[in-house]
């Protein structure tokens, strides 16, 4: 089955700095790659998805990029706010409907 | 909240004994999902259901038995509880729009 890694499990950044989170995954036929935020308590929510046809996009503070020669795509918080303090989850999916996670990282902004 | 509802939201429970989670929906989505979080795995996929009476295997399904006999409920059961079963327990259905997934607010099972 699909496997996805994610880095870093862990991320400080002072407010109004840039976040960047990666992920990598190994199945090539994958095409639906999605991330989600959870704040502490809350349900997970997508924030941000991008399918194998396209190679970024954007969504105010937020964009995701993919590369799919390498298997890697990534997503970029910009002028980071407190309320982005959350733990991020990518995913990865070939038929849009099983999703397989990786293990999350959580985001911390420094005020 | 996409009308999903999830319950109980808390259950303590002894090894052994038998569980079901319960998972309900407003909108007739066909695809509903069961997910366990776990620190350290982020979310994993129990099992999965794509219509009434029509279910399947996810990733960590041993344990696990799911029944769908009506559109709006989804029902996940441990048939006898063990303690890796300990976990913060989420339902989603999958959207018709953009086919994006949204979850329930989870149940949190804690097993002595």
């Known amino acids: 089955g699909e496997n996805v890694e994610q880095h870093p499990s862990t991320l400080s950044v002072q407010e109004g700095d840039s976040a960047v989170i990666k992920c990598t995954y190994s199945?090539?036929?994958?095409?639906?790659f999605p991330w989600y935020k959870q704040e502490l308590g809350k349900r997970p929510q997508l924030i941000i998805d991008?399918?194998?046809?396209?190679g970024e996009k954007k969504d105010q503070r937020i964009a995701v990029t993919l590369n799919k020669t390498a298997k890697h795509f990534s997503l970029h918080i910009t002028e980071t706010q407190p309320e982005d303090s959350a733990v991020y989850f990518c995913?990865?999916?070939?038929?849009?409907?099983?999703?397989?996670f990786g293990a999350g990282t959580t985001v911390t902004v420094r005020a | 909240d996409a009308g999903i509802t999830q319950s109980p939201r808390h259950k303590v429970t002894e090894t052994g004994t038998p569980v079901t989670l319960r998972c309900h929906q407003t909108e007739n989505h066909r695809y509903m999902y069961w997910y366990r979080q776990d620190p350290g795995h982020g979310l994993r996929l129990i099992h999965y259901?794509?219509?009434?009476?029509?279910?399947d295997k996810g990733e960590v399904s041993d344990g696990y038995s799911v029944s769908r006999s009506k559109t709006e409920d989804f029902l996940l059961t441990l048939e006898s509880a063990t303690s890796s079963q300990t976990s913060v327990y989420f339902c989603?259905?999958?959207?018709?729009?953009?086919?994006?997934?949204?979850f329930g607010p989870g149940t949190r099972l804690t097993v002595l």
């Open positions: 995913a990865a999916s070939k038929d849009d409907y099983k999703l397989s």
């Open positions: 259901s794509y219509g009434v009476k029509d279910t």
């Open positions: 199945d090539s036929a994958s095409n639906y």
């Open positions: 989603a259905i999958q959207g018709t729009e953009n086919n994006e997934q949204f």
């Open positions: 991008i399918r194998s046809n396209v």
